[in-house]
């Protein structure tokens, strides 16, 4: 009896294990969804929307009708977006914040712009 409850904690520990591993990491599901929201640069605003998805890969719309696909890889602190027609220019690196419950996200390259995006 003892041999059999063992056998069922270790199967309950692994289950638990294994339903954490789904190789996204917390910042990563944040990120997936629909966000829009505006650039900004050198006090231009540019209408944009972006949807993160989970294979990660990614989709910009701006002034609603300028569409760029990007891969995407984040950290801790970056976002790197690689234009999926044009990956030998590198990728595009925007240091992101979450804010207001993880509803707003902040991505800003000084070189670039900012962008100010809420959860859709």
């Known amino acids: 009896m003892k041999k059999l409850q063992l056998i069922f904690g270790l199967i309950i520990l692994f289950t638990i294990f294994l339903s954490g591993c789904n190789g996204n990491s917390n910042n990563m599901i944040r990120f997936i969804g629909e966000w829009g929201g505006y650039s900004l640069f050198e006090n231009t605003t540019i209408d944009v929307t972006f949807t993160f998805y989970n294979d990660k890969t990614a989709k910009q719309i701006s002034d609603g009708s ?54 859709q």
């Open 66 to 119: 300028h569409v760029h696909w990007f891969d995407f890889y984040i950290d801790d602190s970056f976002v790197y977006l690689t234009l999926t027609d044009f990956p030998e220019a590198g990728p595009i690196i925007y240091n992101y914040k979450f804010s207001n419950n993880y509803n707003s996200l902040t991505l800003t390259n000084e070189s670039i712009d900012t962008i100010i995006l809420t959860k």
